[in-house]
C-alpha cells in the first residue's frame, strides 16, 4: 500500500488518481492473521495541504470467538479518509514543516501521515488500524442475530455427556467424584478447606 506521489504533487489542487486493489496483507500485523487479500478502491486526491487518501477496503481475518474461543472467519469492511501532508517539497527538496500547513499539530505531527521525502505515500499502518477498528469487539460464532455460539452449545453438551464435568439439572457437579483432578484446589476452596489438606 505505497504509492509515488511525486507527479501528484506537481499538479493542481483536485488532481486525482484512482486505484483497484487486491493486495496480500500478510505481513501487515503480526496479530492480524488475513484469509484472504485487501480488495477494494482507492482515490487520492491533490489538496492544498499535500494528497487526500481515500479508499474502501474490505477483507477477512481470522479472529477468536469470543465464547468457545476456536479460529472463526470475520469480514472487515471500511472507509478510510486522512490527509497526507509531504515531508519535502517536491519541486525544490526543501522540508516543509508542520507549520506551514493548516489543521491539527497532532494529525501534522503524525508519522503515519506523512508522505517521504522520496515522496511515497504509506497508507499500510492507516489501513492496519483501520482493519483492527472494523472488526467487532465481541466476536462470536453466531454471525446472524442473537443466541448461543454453536461451539459453545456443542462443548456444553458434550461435557453434559461425560465430560470433564458432569453436570447435574442446576449446572453445578453432580458429584465431587466425577471431577477433575486440576479443579480440586478449587473444590476444596468451596468445602472451606485449605487446598493441598486431604
Given at each position: 500500500?505505497?504509492?509515488?506521489?511525486?507527479?501528484?504533487?506537481?499538479?493542481?489542487?483536485?488532481?486525482?488518481?484512482?486505484?483497484?486493489?487486491?493486495?496480500?496483507?500478510?505481513?501487515?500485523?503480526?496479530?492480524?492473521?488475513?484469509?484472504?487479500?485487501?480488495?477494494?478502491?482507492?482515490?487520492?486526491?491533490?489538496?492544498?495541504?499535500?494528497?487526500?487518501?481515500?479508499?474502501?477496503?474490505?477483507?477477512?481475518?481470522?479472529?477468536?470467538?469470543?465464547?468457545?474461543?476456536?479460529?472463526?472467519?470475520?469480514?472487515?469492511?471500511?472507509?478510510?479518509?486522512?490527509?497526507?501532508?509531504?515531508?519535502?517539497?517536491?519541486?525544490?527538496?526543501?522540508?516543509l514543516a508542520p507549520n506551514e500547513f493548516e489543521g491539527e499539530e497532532e494529525d501534522l505531527e503524525d508519522a503515519a501521515l506523512l508522505i517521504n521525502e522520496q515522496h511515497i505515500l504509506d497508507a499500510r499502518e492507516v489501513i492496519r488500524q483501520a482493519i483492527w477498528l472494523a472488526l467487532p469487539m465481541y466476536p462470536s460464532c453466531n454471525w446472524k442475530g442473537p443466541g448461543e455460539c454453536p461451539n459453545y452449545t456443542a462443548y456444553r453438551r458434550e461435557v453434559a455427556e461425560g465430560g470433564v464435568i458432569t453436570l447435574g439439572d442446576a449446572g453445578t457437579p453432580a458429584g465431587d467424584e466425577q471431577i477433575d483432578p486440576r479443579w480440586s484446589a478449587l473444590l476444596a476452596l468451596r468445602r472451606g478447606e485449605t487446598p493441598g489438606e486431604t
Open positions: 500500500m505505497q504509492f509515488n506521489v511525486a507527479q501528484l504533487l506537481k499538479e493542481p489542487i483536485g488532481a486525482v488518481r484512482r486505484f483497484e486493489v487486491a493486495d496480500d496483507i500478510n505481513d501487515l500485523d503480526p496479530e492480524l492473521i488475513p484469509l484472504g487479500p485487501l480488495v477494494g478502491a482507492i482515490q487520492l486526491l491533490r489538496i492544498h495541504s499535500g494528497i487526500l487518501f481515500s479508499a474502501r477496503l474490505s477483507t477477512a481475518v481470522q479472529v477468536g470467538c469470543n465464547r468457545c474461543l476456536e479460529p472463526i472467519a470475520v469480514q472487515a469492511r471500511f472507509e478510510i479518509e486522512e490527509s497526507f501532508r509531504p515531508l519535502t517539497d517536491v519541486t525544490t527538496g526543501r522540508y
